[in-house]
């Protein structure tokens, strides 16, 4: 069963602390319907996009076109009511919030490592989208080897999961295909 | 020359959409210190820290001790004012900041991959601590090896830069060590 819990602030948090933040740009892709979405980038290989960066912020993307690699914070704006156990896409069996990437969080940022294909002054033309079209943006950060080259040793649940499954549940293309 | 704008929305934001979030709890480490603080993850080995999430929230955390390496995003409470280019720490030349992970970020978020140690209820020990003591989490994400091992081809400026340097100014034990 999940434990749903609402969002009103004095209900929800032990700290009253705001932290306000505001849209860089927008997300543009070819998802509009949750089930033909990838659930991951690295089931949307061949799904385009392009993340648009507001004119006010665009000399901050000088030189971001040397990284093959970024990291895309945006805010899950489509996200349902947050619940602290889910079922993953992946797997019949509840799992914590924080052990999954479930959308549903308490502060719903989504993090997606998408491919940089060029960019065009303040548009930044990218493969492996899984993201609704229209999210909005709230950074971009460049994917370093040095910094994040990472080996998990352990993968949880997901280690439950084989690549067959994971991939053809991932693409979510079944609905479409077949 | 370093491009300063400011924060105020009215003259810096396209979107006047506010996305307000909440702190989930707080990171506990030993660095108080900007000049001591290792630069990320990669650089902090040996520097535990731990992740206190506040009780409303514990349920979610069911399953995560499962997975080595998680993602924290957290707000960078003490990040100077926002600067569109940047001159990095590790490169005495200016970029754009969307192409560095510098704090002076139009929404101050700040993503490290570190060690999952242990859980112990609501607070998770962690190894490879990069981030200022009583810093305020905003989520947690496991790192999953079917999701997350990307493989960058281009790093842009970092390339330039030799591994020996990097590390060497990414500790930051210069200062302290000799």
């Not at 306000?20 to 997300?27: A, D, L, M, S, T």
């Amino acid at each position: 069963m999940s434990t749903a819990v609402p969002r009103d602030r004095d209900a929800s948090f032990e700290d009253g602390s705001e932290i306000v933040f505001h849209p860089i740009g927008r997300i543009h892709s070819g998802h509009t319907k949750r089930d033909r979405t990838p659930i991951q980038p690295v089931y949307a290989y061949g799904c385009p996009g392009v993340v648009e960066v507001y004119p006010k912020f665009e000399a901050g993307l000088a030189d971001l076109e040397g990284f093959s690699h970024l990291f895309l914070l945006y805010h899950f704006d489509r996200a349902g009511p947050l619940k602290l156990t889910v079922k993953p896409f992946l797997q019949d069996r509840e799992h914590g919030l924080f052990a999954t990437r479930s959308p549903s969080r308490p502060n719903a940022i989504g993090l997606s490592i998408v491919e940089l294909i060029r960019r065009e002054g303040r548009f930044i033309h990218c493969d492996g989208l899984d993201i609704f079209d229209g999210t909005p943006l709230l950074d971009i950060k460049p994917v370093v080897s040095r910094f994040d080259s990472v080996h998990p040793t352990r993968n949880g649940w997901q280690d439950e999961v084989d690549e067959e499954t994971a991939r053809k549940i991932g693409i979510k293309k079944g609905e479409k295909d077949g």
